[in-house]
């Protein structure tokens, strides 16, 4: 979604898809302002290119944070992960009580298989930053790949390795 010059945004792209007009702009957004959300939205009447907004969840874009002082794992619940096209998108379960978690990436390595394809390996951070495991809440997330095109390219694939209460775990996704 983008925010026009008054904070509006009267447009969405959904992941493989074309874009949208809403029927009923959303207003007071930051002024040309780029947003990413998991929206649930249905077509307005029998028009294809207009949607009404029922639901609109933040999504959190993740950063790479492989420079950061304390390069945090802290465990989570994954709920589900998917391939949007441009994005790797985590739906997640975390426990919290209101405070402000750090979240982002950490690239580890980068590998070459026989077929000389490379793998990059990812590391979900995710920085607990002392909030109490209290209540469940759950967490939208992208991965933008294109940020990792400079390591690797279409064909290559992508390992992100999370650290869930029950273990780690990786997924797998082609560039």
Not at 34 to 62: H, M, Q, W
Not at 130 to 158: M, Q, R
Request: charged fraction near 20%; hydrophobic fraction near 30%; aromatic fraction near 12%.
């Amino acid at each position: 979604m983008y925010a026009d010059a008054d904070g509006n945004i009267c447009q969405m792209r959904p992941d493989r898809k074309p874009t949208y007009y809403l029927a009923s702009p959303l207003r007071g957004y930051h002024p040309h302002t780029e947003y990413r959300a998991a929206c649930t939205y249905a077509f307005s009447g029998n028009d294809s290119t207009t949607v009404r907004i029922y639901g609109l969840e933040r999504v959190v874009v993740l950063q790479d944070s492989t420079q950061q002082s304390y390069p945090g794992t802290d465990p989570l619940q994954v709920v589900s992960l998917w391939d949007g096209g441009d994005f790797i998108n985590l739906h997640l379960s975390v426990k919290t009580q209101s405070g402000t978690q750090h979240w982002g990436y950490r690239m580890d390595s980068i590998r070459i298989t026989a077929q000389q394809k490379r793998i990059a390996y990812l590391t979900l951070y995710h920085n607990q930053n002392n909030d109490p495991l209290s209540y469940s809440e759950k967490v939208y997330a992208s991965l933008p790949k294109n940020s990792l095109k400079a390591v690797i390219e279409p064909g290559d694939s992508i390992c992100l390795q999370i650290n869930t209460f029950a273990g780690k775990n990786s997924w797998k996704f082609v560039y």
